[in-house]
């Protein structure tokens, strides 16, 4: 049967760019977890191990795309995903409420670190305002040109 959200889901995502893409994986990942960790305090492993594999799964592909030469915090980031995969396997092994919530401390300021980012990659940039330049300023003259010279 046809489901309008799911549908709107994934238009959402194939129309989204890619800060956008990024943002919304952190977010669900975020989601994921504290789902899980809510989950083993209640006792229900099932669901717990469900939405740390669905975490998983983002941090797999979080690392798979990840080109940590382009830039000098890449290896850096390499690790930190790396680890969280571990730490979120361990969590669904073990069901640790502890760990689990670890991963969510790590994951947390993370997301909100790419947000920020896309937020001020989407802000439009300073546009310069144009003066008039001053030739002749000995006279107290002025030719009425723009900065380059140009009216």
């Known amino acids: 049967m046809y489901?309008?959200?799911s549908r709107f889901l994934a238009d959402t995502v194939a129309t989204a760019g890619p800060s956008r893409l990024?943002?919304?994986l952190y977010d669900r990942m975020v989601l994921d977890v504290e789902r899980a960790e809510a989950a083993l305090l209640a006792g229900d492993r099932v669901e717990a191990t469900?939405?740390?594999s669905h975490a998983q799964d983002i941090v797999a592909e979080l690392i798979g795309?990840?080109?940590?030469?382009?830039w000098d915090g890449g290896?850096?980031?390499l690790s930190i995903y790396t680890f969280l995969l571990s730490e979120l396997l361990?969590?669904?092994m073990t069901g640790?409420?502890?760990?689990?919530?670890?991963c969510r401390a790590i994951i947390t300021p993370l997301r909100d670190a790419w947000h920020e980012a896309a937020a001020a990659a989407a802000a439009p940039a300073a546009v310069p305002t144009q003066r008039t330049a001053s030739f002749g300023a000995e006279t107290g003259a002025s030719t009425g040109l723009g900065v380059l010279g140009v009216g």
């Open 65 to 70: 795309s990840l080109d940590a030469e382009a």
């Open 90 to 92: 361990e969590s669904s």
């Open 75 to 77: 290896p850096g980031l």
């Open 3 to 5: 489901d309008v959200r």
């Open 22 to 24: 990024l943002t919304m």
């Open 96 to 102: 640790s409420v502890e760990r689990t919530a670890g």
């Open 50 to 52: 469900n939405q740390l």
